[in-house]
């Protein structure tokens, strides 16, 4: 029994134990990461609502404008959430200001 006690004894000492790492070193990957997520897509999707909200709070009678629905019509009145846009001969609709997505340039619809 005494060999099986000697051979455990006589085992080398294991080699230089490696160092963890501290917690600057851990976190530092997180960091970037988070830096290039926030110059990727937080900071240019809060710029286009920015432009957005600007957009849609300038929005006045007579301008000419397209919805998110794809449709483009000439705004015919304006109140504080809602706008009047003329579509077509006869055919008004009430939209959410929230819902234009974009304005026109003055002249481009020319048949309303």
Known sequence: MSFFISDAMAEAAPAAAQQQPGLMEALF???ILF???YFLLIRPQSKRA???KLMVEAIAKGDEVVTQGGLFGKVTEVSD???QVKLADNVEVKLQ???VASLLPKGT???L
Request: overall charge positive.
């Open 35 to 37: 830096i290039v997520f």
């Open 29 to 31: 990957p997180f960091v």
């Open 50 to 52: 920015k432009e957005h």
């Open 81 to 83: 959430e809602y706008l």
């Open 97 to 99: 200001r929230g819902a």
């Open 109 to 111: 619809i020319k048949s």
